[in-house]
């Protein structure tokens, strides 16, 4: 792994550390929120629960983030076309001026929202590597429902698996196990970039919405994940961040990043591929 960036001239750390200058803090934490619970409602927000709900958030929003990101490395490396794409829009806007930091090479949230090809290549790793592993289970009401044209009793417990509406060839396209983020960008199909005429465009529109719309990385419906917006902000800012900032390749990364990318191996050798394991979180083995 090199260094893209160009060191800063100043002596200060690049990145802030604990001896920077403490900033006061403008919106309160989850902690102190759970603890504000406690404070406006102590018959229900006990001291067990505020520990139970602060060591929840630690576990549901760790290693389902870390799946996730290590999945848009994965897949990356795995297509360096796709990576050279990835650069070249960033580097291309960067020569624009379109960033603002241009000391760290932090992206801003706002900033990585107009960068289309990153975000087609973070959709297209969550569909092929959904980090829940299980189905997303729903218990049907005491009257029963119908569910597909089919009546279930109640009490069943029902469920869907992101690992296969994730690859509804109908949806998706026949090609559903090939890593191409192209298929979230309007056009896909054209060889070349050119201007879709009105018809196309809401055509094209339409295709990419029920895409979206069938994801289920997140979850769905009222139990949908809570941390969602979280880990966007964290995804959507870390990639073309750690990307403007680093010039990446397999050997090295695994290197670097061995328990992030554990099962990597050597991308051209034998243990190229991810062997995904099941389990509430669908993690990668060696
Ligand atoms: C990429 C990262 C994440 C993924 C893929 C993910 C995935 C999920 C999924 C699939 C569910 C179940 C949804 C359902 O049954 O419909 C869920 C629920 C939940 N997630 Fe996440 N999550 C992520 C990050 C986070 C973060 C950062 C937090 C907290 C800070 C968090 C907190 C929760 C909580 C509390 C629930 C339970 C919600 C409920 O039952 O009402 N998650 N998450």
């Known amino acids: 792994m090199a260094e893209r960036f160009p060191k800063s001239d100043s002596q200060k750390s690049i990145l802030p ?3 920077d200058e403490l900033k006061p803090v403008s919106q309160p934490d989850l902690l102190s929120k759970f603890i504000q619970a406690k404070a406006t409602h102590p018959d229900f927000m006990t001291d067990n629960l505020v520990t139970t709900m602060a ?10 983030t870390a799946i996730s990101l290590s999945s848009v490395f994965y897949y990356l490396l795995k297509n360096p076309h796709c990576m050279a794409n990835l650069l070249s829009e960033i580097d291309t806007k960067a020569k624009e001026g379109y960033f603002k930091d241009n000391e760290t090479g932090l992206v801003t949230w706002q900033e990585s929202q107009n960068l289309p090809y990153l975000d087609a290549v973070i959709k297209e790793a969550f569909r092929l590597h959904p980090a829940p592993g299980l189905i997303l289970e ?6 029963g429902a119908t569910i597909a044209g089919r009546f279930v009793p109640g009490g069943t417990i029902v469920g869907c698996s992101a690992w296969v509406v994730h690859r509804r060839k109908e949806i998706f396209g026949e090609d559903v196990e090939v890593f191409r983020p192209e298929r979230w960008l309007l056009g896909e199909e054209q060889d070349e970039e050119i201007e879709l005429g009105k018809e ?8 990419i919405k029920e895409m979206t719309g069938t994801m289920l990385q997140f979850g769905m419906g009222a139990r949908t994940c809570i941390g969602k917006n979280i880990s966007l902000l964290e995804i959507y800012k870390l990639v073309p961040s750690f990307l403007r900032r680093f010039e990446v390749s397999s050997p090295l990364f695994l290197f670097i990043f061995p328990s992030l990318v554990s ?4 991308m051209d050798g034998e243990r190229s591929e991810w062997r995904d394991g099941n389990g ?3 993690n990668r083995f060696d």
Request: hydrophobic share 40%.
């Open 17 to 19: 550390t604990s001896a």
């Open 55 to 64: 060591v929840s958030m630690a576990f549901a929003g760790s290693e389902t």
């Open 138 to 143: 729903r218990v049907v009401p005491a009257s």
């Open 200 to 207: 196309d465009k809401e055509k094209e529109e339409k295709r």
């Open 263 to 266: 099962g990597l191996g050597n």
């Open 280 to 282: 509430l979180m669908a």
